[in-house]
């Protein structure tokens, strides 16, 4: 069965818009994966490349982008990493048994830290996905 596509920010516009390195494996299937959990089309999905993203989050710097899981919110607030994950599970029906958990007080640097092993490991666990005479890493 062919993948459905993600449903783009312009098709959405009230929806909060998930930004995703779309070189990783392991963004792209985690991404895939909250597009399946959201019945309701609260999320919309971009690109860490789409030129778009300084206009939704002017504060994110292009090395932000590449490091950090993005969430826009409909007024313009941006939530990166472990806040991100936060946010989505509040966004989410599907996630609702993460939010005792995600919400913890005290416990914010602690799932930063854990967001930042995944994140820099994303490579090795999901892939590289690279087109054609166009990849970041080389």
């Known amino acids: 069965m062919p993948e459905a596509r993600l449903p783009d920010p312009d098709e959405r516009p009230g929806a909060d818009i998930v930004v995703y390195d779309d070189h990783?494996?392991?963004?792209?299937?985690?991404?895939?994966?909250?597009?399946?959990?959201?019945?309701?089309?609260?999320?919309?999905?971009?690109a860490a490349s789409d030129e778009r993203i300084t206009l939704w989050c002017p504060q994110v710097s292009p090395d932000e982008l590449g490091q950090h899981m993005i969430v826009v919110g409909?007024?313009?607030?941006?939530?990166?990493?472990?806040?991100?994950?936060?946010?989505?599970?509040?966004?989410?029906?599907?996630l609702w048994w993460a939010v005792p958990l995600l919400h913890v007080p005290g416990s914010m640097p602690v799932w930063r830290w854990l967001y930042r092993?995944?994140?820099?490991?994303?490579?090795?666990?999901?892939?590289?996905i690279c087109e054609e005479d166009r990849c970041p890493t080389g």
Request: proline share 2%.
């Open 117 to 128: 092993q995944v994140a820099r490991r994303r490579y090795l666990l999901g892939g590289h």
């Open 74 to 94: 409909r007024r313009g607030d941006c939530w990166k990493g472990a806040a991100g994950v936060r946010r989505l599970s509040r966004r989410l029906p599907a």
């Open 24 to 46: 990783c494996g392991l963004c792209g299937a985690l991404t895939r994966l909250l597009n399946r959990l959201d019945a309701t089309g609260r999320l919309a999905y971009s």
